[in-house]
């Protein structure tokens, strides 16, 4: 089994729209790019930012604000999280 320490989770919702956002996504050390609406979290094809261990998906991360891009990217990035946890829990 795999024991992970997780500092936290962020998700968006009526709380964290409270919170400034943009000061956590500094504190995590992401990398921030421009797009045609705005601002996003820059990520690859895994959902993976430029900080290790540190994924994002939905609207914080596309241009694209859809439902269905959303849920595609989500899935694409716990299927990377596992991955990289399996990988982790087997030494690799």
Known sequence: MCHVQVRFILANTALTAQLNMRDII???????VDSPVGEVIE?????ATSVAGVY????????MKAVPVAMS???TAAAMIS???SLSELGL
């Open 83 to 85: 991955r990289e946890l």
């Open 56 to 63: 994002a998906a939905g609207d914080c991360a596309t241009p």
């Open 26 to 32: 500094a504190a995590l050390g992401v990398k921030i």
């Open 43 to 47: 990520v690859g094809p895994t959902q």
């Open 73 to 75: 990217a989500g899935a």
